[in-house]
């Protein structure tokens, strides 16, 4: 079964570090990446995502993220977080056998201190 | 901008009442979909639907959930015989028709099953 893993579940920063959440899922055929962000109280809304193409796709708020397909990973940059960017950062992969299936990881709870 | 809007915020329930949990899709999709989250987990796929039938369902979505789009703007989760696992926070999301992998989410019904 397809799998998404997250291994940092908690970061903290400071503001103005740079930031990079990894992501790796397990799958080997064609998938569609995503990164959702949820601030806190709000719901799930889309960071940024992939589908084929230039492999570092840019998204919202100065994010990016980088597929890179011999490793499996989706990782998620930002060069100078925020504090506005305290929030949970979750991954996500759609596979080509899961229709629209959107399997997640565990989620990365991100800290930013001002 | 366009949201995906869910009622109730908040449901407490007795262990073996039926719920019905309510969702607005996004007026022009014509995708949708549940997913939940238990405290502490993942956030999980429980069911997709379109074109008025279930297109694709999760191991989790068993004979005591249903769903059902009873008019032109209305998606609806049903549980009946609610047990103390069902406790959960319920995500509804819709996409549009040509872009069905992008799915956009509701704040979520947190249920709580007593």
């Known amino acids: 079964a397809q799998s998404v893993s997250q291994h940092n579940h908690h970061v903290i920063l400071s503001e103005a570090a740079s930031l990079e959440l990894g992501c790796n899922y397990s799958y080997g055929g064609t998938v569609n990446l995503f990164w959702y962000v949820q601030y806190p109280g709000q719901h799930l809304q889309l960071l940024l995502k992939?589908?084929?193409?230039?492999?570092l796709v840019k998204g919202i708020k100065g994010f990016e993220a980088e597929f890179i397909k011999s490793k499996f990973s989706f990782n998620l940059r930002k060069p100078s977080v925020q504090w506005s960017d305290t929030a949970e950062y979750f991954c996500a992969v759609i596979t080509n056998t899961g229709f629209q299936k959107l399997v997640f990881g565990t989620g990365t709870r991100l800290l930013v201190s001002p | 901008e366009p949201e995906v809007t869910q009622t109730p915020s908040h449901q407490v329930t007795q262990m073996g009442q039926e719920v019905i949990l309510r969702c607005v899709p996004i007026?022009?999709?014509?995708?949708f979909y549940w997913y939940r989250q238990i405290l502490g987990q993942k956030v999980e796929f429980l069911v997709s639907f379109y074109n008025n039938e279930i297109s694709e369902k999760s191991e989790i979505f068993d004979d005591q959930f249903s769903v059902e789009r009873p008019d032109g703007s209305n998606f609806t989760l049903k549980i009946r015989s609610t047990k103390l696992e069902d406790s959960a926070m319920y995500f509804c999301?819709?996409?549009?028709?040509?872009?069905?992998?992008?799915?956009?989410f509701g704040p979520g019904t947190r249920l709580l099953v007593l």
């Open positions: 007026s022009n999709h014509l995708y």
């Open positions: 999301a819709s996409s549009a028709v040509g872009m069905k992998e992008t799915q956009y």
């Open positions: 992939y589908f084929s193409g230039d492999p």
